[in-house]
């Protein structure tokens, strides 16, 4: 039953007991779906229950349970959030020096069989892109200026010509 307040259709189909238990599947499917129900019928009470969730192998579940933590988590959420961005600035630490693995490797190649340095060749990188990383972002939010968290997955933000952070070429 919900905590607090009438009982819904979902509380006679999945108790808030019986999805925390769900949460506890090897699935990592089940876990999701579990979550998935836990923020829709139990969005006040589920903070604590899906918080360990935050660093889940899933593909989905760290996002909404980050995003979800954001919205209606407490100051005893924070330390989990923290961790989250901090594997989050490793994982994007680690594609970047991959990235330069991958450009210096190509390099060698290109030597190797044009006979010529990669710099006579003129492959200087021109951009390195991360599209996968959150980083800090000011946006407006509610007519504020706010300094928030952004997470493209799989976009990279893109700047008007003559913008502050464009570097001239």
């Not at 407490?74 to 490793?90: D, E, Q």
Request: aromatic residues 10%.
């Amino acid at each position: 039953m919900r905590r607090g307040g009438p009982p819904r259709v979902s509380d006679l189909l999945w108790s808030f007991d019986e999805l925390v238990r769900f949460t506890k599947w090897e699935d990592a499917e089940v876990r999701f779906w579990a979550i998935d129900r836990l923020i829709r019928h139990y969005a006040a009470d589920c903070c604590d229950a899906i918080a360990p969730f935050l660093l889940d192998d899933h593909d989905a579940t760290p996002a909404m349970v980050a995003r979800h933590l954001g919205e209606h988590g407490s100051a005893r959420h924070h330390a989990i959030l923290v961790r989250g961005f901090k594997l989050l600035r490793a994982a994007a630490n680690y594609a970047w020096c991959n990235r330069q693995i991958l450009m210096w490797q190509a390099r060698e190649v290109f030597e190797r069989v044009m006979g010529k340095s990669w710099e006579s060749l003129g492959m200087n990188l021109v951009y390195d892109v991360a599209h996968n990383i959150a980083k800090f972002e000011e946006h407006e939010v509610e007519g504020r200026t706010k300094r928030v968290w952004v997470h493209r997955k799989g976009a990279t933000r893109a700047y008007p010509p003559g913008h502050r952070e464009v570097v001239p070429t």
